[in-house]
């Protein structure tokens, strides 16, 4: 707010160039461009009124045609007094001299008072009034002085009225101002909140400007620099392909402008440079912008724990269901094998003298057959619990294939024979694998068994191994049985469902040979794959390396 001292210098300064327009230069535009809306003017003649701008501009306009010529003035006792910040009013005592035609015209003792009042930035002429001297018959006084009297108090009244306009007008622009002071201030606090909020604030904070096509940061949080080693000042007025990779880039943009196209709030799971991160954004409204607004937490830590409960979680599931498994074979798959043994040796035992030697014969074979299942079936227990628990020896190294394959296929001509199956073999004899000799022969015995108990008799079963890509080296075993639907093909690997089923001789299954065969290819790297279709027959195949990488 400006000083009295310094209205009066603002208000004797438009004074003094209202003098200068006026008595010197003459000129009615510059005159009218001090005039303000409300502007008066009482003359020394008698018809010299105007009480609004209009008439006010025609008695100058008479006035300085009637006299263009300069006029030399003389100033005394000016007076400047303060009627508010914005409302001066001027008095002084003039003399003046100019020519008129060939007469000269000179005045002493003229009073000049004026109001001016501040628009903008620019001080206007809202009244005038020029008088004679104040006695009776003085040189100069163009009418009676009783008529000047009236005029003067008139200019009194109009001159009261308007510092009271005034007064009232500066009194609301003073609360005016208080008003807007106390918003000023009640934003600046906001700011200074905003700001403090946004330099300490443990989450990411941020406040984006959005179209279909890029995402603009208008405000973010002094903590980002954590994440993208650019400081929130640096942030400022770029893009999101400019301060993240860009496709990490493209779909924060579309996320963004989802939120804004759609309306609705939006919560994700983000990860970026190896952390995780859940973002929240909203959209604001402000003038018609598409204003997006959100936070960001650093879940990783969490995000870690979970997915290690999880990992727990699925490995005691594992473990639930290998011991399922386990007891189930005990149960039933040993039970049954160990029932007809002991049933064939009580035979034996008790009948044995009434027994004819075929008889005999028979009994024996039988009993060699399900001791030799028996047999087959604990060592396959036994190498799965020894896998579950860490505890199988894996020693590979370059072999030649189809001597292991031989051998291993060797163990179960029997039962190929007994059904009449044939089995094929098609390896070249200088295929090598780099395998561990005796879990690949494990695999190859249990998937031959498989073929052999699953078709039926007078069937076929080929066995092929051939060089592949990355001089890798794919086994397959075909059988012509009984096949699978696509439910037990999608369950065949799982532990925790049941899909073992009698051969078609009635040989009894445990599926535990498929479960082995699949974690003895997995530790080679490989993958154990089957294809097959109900009564067509199905075919596994796994491959392994030929050397040694």
């Known amino acids: 707010m400006k000083s009295e001292d310094q209205i009066k210098v603002e208000v004797r300064a438009a004074f003094e160039k209202y003098l200068l327009v006026y008595f010197e230069q003459r000129n009615a535009d510059d005159i009218f461009a001090m005039m303000g809306d409300e502007m008066s003017v009482i003359g020394t003649a008698f018809d010299e009124i105007a009480l609004n701008i209009r008439p006010a501009k025609e008695l100058y306009l008479r006035d300085l045609l009637q006299v263009p010529n300069p006029i030399h003035y003389t100033l005394h006792n000016l007076s400047i007094q303060v009627l508010s910040e914005k409302a001066g009013f001027a008095t002084a005592v003039i003399s003046i001299k100019t020519e008129i035609g060939d007469s000269l015209l000179e005045m002493k003792g003229l009073r000049l008072s004026m109001i001016f009042k501040k628009t903008g930035d620019n001080w206007l002429i809202v009244h005038k009034h020029i008088s004679s001297p104040t006695h009776n018959n003085m040189e100069g006084e163009s009418f009676p002085l009783e ?194 043994l002991m049933g064939l040796a009580q035979i034996m035992a008790e009948d044995l003298s009434s027994l004819t030697m075929s008889e005999i014969q028979g009994i024996a074979v039988d009993m060699k057959n399900s001791a030799t299942n028996l047999f087959r079936l604990l060592e396959n227990l036994l190498n799965w619990v020894r896998m579950q628990k860490g505890q199988i020896t894996f020693t590979p190294e370059i072999i030649r294939m189809l001597p292991v394959i031989v051998e291993s296929v060797e163990i179960l001509c029997e039962p190929a024979k007994n059904k009449g199956i044939k089995i094929e073999i098609e390896v070249p004899e200088d295929l090598e694998v780099y395998t561990d000799k005796n879990i690949f022969g494990t695999i190859v015995r249990n998937l031959v068994s498989n073929a052999i108990k699953f078709t039926h008799k007078g069937g076929h079963v080929l066995i092929s191994a051939f060089t592949g890509k990355d001089r890798e080296v794919r086994i397959s075993i075909q059988d012509t049985g009984i096949g699978m639907d696509q439910e037990m093909i999608d369950n065949l690997f799982r532990i925790d469902v049941k899909t073992n089923r009698k051969g078609t001789e009635g040989e009894l299954s445990t599926g535990l040979g498929l479960l082995l065969c699949k974690e003895f290819v997995e530790k080679h790297g490989g993958l154990l794959q089957v294809e097959s279709e109900e009564d067509k027959g199905s075919v596994f195949y796994f491959s392994l390396p030929s050397h040694l990488y």
Do not use: C
């Open 147 to 340: 008529e000047l009297k009236k005029r003067n108090q008139w200019l009194e009244n109009k001159i009261h009225e308007k510092t009271q306009d005034l007064i009232a007008v500066n009194l609301q622009l003073e609360n005016d101002i208080e008003e807007r002071k106390a918003i000023e201030e009640e934003l600046r606090e906001n700011s200074e909140l905003l700001s403090l909020f946004m330099k300490h604030s443990p989450i990411y904070s941020f406040i984006k400007q959005v179209t279909a096509t890029e995402s603009k940061v208008l405000v973010v949080s002094d903590n980002f620099k954590e994440m993208t080693g650019i400081s929130a000042h640096g942030m400022v007025g770029k893009n999101m392909f400019e301060l993240f990779p860009t496709e990490f880039a493209a779909k924060m943009t579309r996320d963004d402008w989802a939120v804004i196209s759609e309306g609705n709030p939006i919560v994700i799971r983000e990860d970026l440079n190896g952390r995780n991160y859940l973002t929240m954004k909203f959209p604001i409204s402000k003038k018609g912008r598409n204003l997006l607004a959100g936070y960001v937490i650093d879940i990783t830590e969490r995000y870690q724990a979970e997915q290690e409960i999880n990992g727990k979680n699925l490995e005691l599931q594992q473990i639930n269901a290998t011991k399922d498994k386990f007891f189930s074979i005990i149960a039933h798959d040993l039970r049954g094998p160990l029932a007809g």
